[in-house]
């Protein structure tokens, strides 16, 4: 079956500096990925998706994912972070697998952005 | 604004109540899921229903019935619910479930508690 792992349920970053929130995936058939933001008390807002063009995608909020076939991963990265990034965010995968068509999320990470 | 709009906001009622959740797209999507939504769980997949029909039910406990007379409105019907039933419930709605690679458009969910 897909699935979906995000490593660390917490990350903790300055402003200004290296965002990297990490997600590996599993599915029989050659996934498409998806990055969403959460803000609280919000519901999700798509941040980017892999769809098998380039494998380096950029999304909104300077927000880039590069996907690693090799390593079954699609991290998310930003060069800067900013006060306003603190959100959780969620990594989704779709995959026609056992006939389950939905996205099926991973658990979320959490990110703090300290002044 | 998202294009899915989920009424009520909030909702606080007791186990032996009957309420509903209400979410209307204007997308023009033909797809639309309810997500359950907990702290310190992934996000869950509820329903899926293509085209007015249900394709999915993700092994849903019968105190939560789902409605969908359109492709533009959904309703999840509650009634004789637990406490652990309270969550956020996020709708989303997608262009077709068959097509993998569009996200879902969420709105922005129910809070709901259960007394």
């Known amino acids: 079956a897909q699935s979906v792992t995000q490593l660390g349920s917490h990350v903790s970053v300055s402003e200004g500096a290296l965002v990297l929130l990490r997600c590996n995936y599993s599915s029989s058939v050659p996934p498409y990925l998806f990055w969403y933001v959460q803000y609280p008390n919000q519901g999700l807002q798509l941040l980017l998706k892999?769809?098998?063009?380039?494998?380096l995608v950029k999304g909104i909020n300077g927000f880039e994912a590069e996907f690693k076939k090799s390593e079954t991963s699609f991290h998310l990265t930003k060069p800067s972070a900013h006060m306003s990034d603190a959100a959780e965010y969620f990594c989704?995968?779709?995959?026609?697998?056992?006939?389950?068509?939905?996205?099926?999320f991973g658990s979320g990470t959490r990110l703090q952005v300290q002044p | 604004e998202t294009g899915v709009t989920q009424t009520p906001r909030h909702l606080v009622m007791g186990m032996t109540n009957k309420k509903s959740l209400k979410c209307e797209q204007h997308?023009?999507?033909?797809?639309m899921y309810w997500y359950k939504q907990s702290a310190k769980k992934p996000l869950e997949l509820m329903f899926v229903?293509?085209?007015?029909?249900?394709?999915e039910n993700n092994s849903v406990p019968s105190r939560f019935s789902p409605e969908c007379p359109n492709s533009s409105h959904l309703f999840l019907h509650l009634h004789t619910l637990q406490p652990e039933d309270s969550a956020l419930y996020l709708c989303a709605s997608s262009q077709r479930d068959l097509d993998r690679k569009y996200g879902y458009t969420f709105g922005s969910g129910t809070r709901l508690t259960v007394v």
């Open positions: 989704a995968v779709s995959g026609v697998d056992t006939g389950r068509r939905a996205l099926t």
């Open positions: 997308l023009g999507h033909n797809a």
């Open positions: 892999y769809t098998s063009a380039a494998t």
């Open positions: 229903y293509n085209f007015k029909e249900q394709t």
